[in-house]
């Protein structure tokens, strides 16, 4: 219980970390840096729920507001059976520095439910997902805090919770929380903005170093919504997507795979399968079945972590082959291992740029809610495409300037914003008028 507590202090005192490194190259008051070491606020609720064989389950679940000093909290919620309070603290406050690093004016939120969602009924996991919303529905809103989908939770649980959001208030919410259906008030181009976000970070890499995607082997950890998202990208410009891994394992080819008939037997069996399909029919491919901890280490040019925190320590990086990781899951990279990749010259573009493509095209939904104006698919991804691109330049050009790694470079260019605008609002230095 005392190394569970300890450890779990630590994914959020680990992540803060990380602002120290950055601070050395930034004009900045240290009283700004102390405000972000700490959340802004903490909710920890108790979700019953009537379970299907009629007994009553109580879930414990968090949403914490990290800042928003420039705009309104915004960050996914969670389900998973590992949520604690300081990965949700962790997670907001990566968050933050994501929104900023973007330059979309929203400070960072993130909510989780500790639960293993697999193993709920559909209405047992809408009734939880609506039971949640009921219990925090004070704490958020359309100009206050705006969750979204993260792990385990999708744009259907969105829909039940701006629905029970709209009841609780008497009025049709939509701009509440991103990631909704499109029925329901979602945006074009929502469900795979993640991939497609890291995917236009990919084409810069590919300019700089002129690469043939031919000749570029890839490794997806995780093959959720992110990862199906940027490998089928990657795959139709012909990359080769040679292994792939979800939960309980991967496979790896050096052919590489299919990427379409791999997401449509995951999607339709739930398993990760290496299949070729031609239309509704799947022939099994040769491929050998790895570990998620072997991917990691694979022979490859580009690797993906699409999946949990915590993957590479000190202990795996110095095995990393890739020359590029673009992280497309949050925190999957811990503190320690960070020289580690940079001795070996392994370009990692940190998660807070590489997959902030969701929260961007979170950012258009919430926008066009407001409006009650709807873009069109190519709108959204050209407006996608172009922060994506403007941003990641910028913080590769930090990268060069102050001779760093792209990790810090990131949190210099997301710094430099929160910086501003909490500076705005006076700081010791202001008020002594040095
Ligand atoms: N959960 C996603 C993230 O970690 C999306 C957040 C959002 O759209 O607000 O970036």
Known sequence: ???????????????IQRLDLAAKHVDIAPETIDRLK????????????????????????????????RGPAKGGIRFHPDVSRAEVQALAFWMTCKCACVGIPFGGGKGGVIVNPKELSRLELERLSRGYMQQVADFVGPETDVPAP??????????WMMDEYSKINRKRTPGVITGK??????????????????????????????????????????????????????????????????????????????????IKQKNESRKLQAVYCQGSVCELVPAR????????????????????????????????????????????????????????????????????GGVTVSYFEWAQNRAGYYWSLEEVQEKLRKIMQAEFNAIYEIMEQIKTDMRTAAYVHALGRIGTALETQGTAEYFSGS
């Open 289 to 356: 079945s790895i570990t998620n901890e072997e991917l990691l280490e694979l022979e490859v040019d580009l690797l993906l972590p699409a999946a949990l925190e915590n993957q590479i320590s000190a202990s795996n990086a110095g095995k990393i082959k890739a020359s590029v990781m673009v992280e497309l899951a949050n925190g999957p990279t811990r503190i320690e291992a960070d020289p580690i990749l940079a001795e070996r010259n392994v370009l990692v573009v940190p998660d807070i740029l590489a997959n902030a």
């Open 1 to 15: 219980m005392v190394t569970q507590v300890r450890q779990e202090a630590n994914v959020f005192q680990s992540a």
């Open 150 to 159: 993260d792990v385990y939770t999708n744009a259907t649980i969105m829909g």
């Open 38 to 69: 700490r959340p802004k606020s903490l909710l920890e609720v108790s979700i019953p729920v009537r379970m299907d064989d009629g007994t009553l389950r109580v879930f414990t679940g968090y949403r914490c507001r990290h800042d928003d000093t």
């Open 181 to 262: 259906p499109i029925a329901l008030g979602g945006s074009l181009g929502r469900d795979d903005a993640t991939g497609r976000g890291a995917y236009y970070c990919i084409k810069e890499i590919e300019k700089r170093r002129k690469w043939n995607p031919k000749s570029i082997r890839v490794a997806v950890q995780g093959f959720g919504n992110a990862g199906q998202s940027v490998a089928k990208l990657l795959h139709a410009d012909g990359y080769k997507i040679v292994a792939v891994s979800d939960s309980r394992g991967g496979i790896c080819s050096d052919d590489g795979f299919d990427v379409p008939s791999l």
